[in-house]
């Protein structure tokens, strides 16, 4: 079993940074899959970045350039680190991990609870 525990959302004002963190536990987070996801009442969950356990990144087109994905491995740590956050990056983040070749943002089997992050104009 992998247990994830988000952390680091917060409210700012639109163009400030934040970075969350999702520390694993129960397996080494440089061997998973690990990705970010956002998701606001009513909507759809949207897959925000991934790592796979060769370093291989994937960010969504939608913070492409603004959003960056890594793992700090002295801390077994997911890390999304997000610039000139806009009111649309608003939403619950959560982490999601899987032992498995990261492919998409499909069947993830771990998730933690969320990080909530609010952008205001």
């Known amino acids: 079993q992998v247990q994830l525990v988000e952390s680091g959302g917060g409210s700012v004002q639109t163009g400030e940074s934040l970075t969350l963190s999702c520390v694993a536990s129960?397996?080494?987070?440089?061997?998973?899959?690990m990705a970010w996801f956002r998701q606001n009442p009513g909507k759809d969950r949207e897959g925000v970045a991934q790592?796979?356990?060769?370093?291989?990144?994937f960010v969504a087109d939608s913070v492409k350039g603004r959003f960056t994905v890594s793992k700090d491995n002295s801390k077994n740590a997911l890390v999304l680190e997000m610039n000139n956050l806009k009111p649309e990056d608003t939403a619950m983040y959560y982490c999601a991990a899987d032992h498995k070749y990261c492919e998409g943002f499909a069947d993830f089997r771990y998730w933690g609870q969320g990080t909530q992050v609010t952008v205001s104009s």
């Open positions: 129960g397996y080494t987070a440089s061997s998973l899959c």
């Open positions: 790592i796979d356990s060769d370093g291989r990144t």
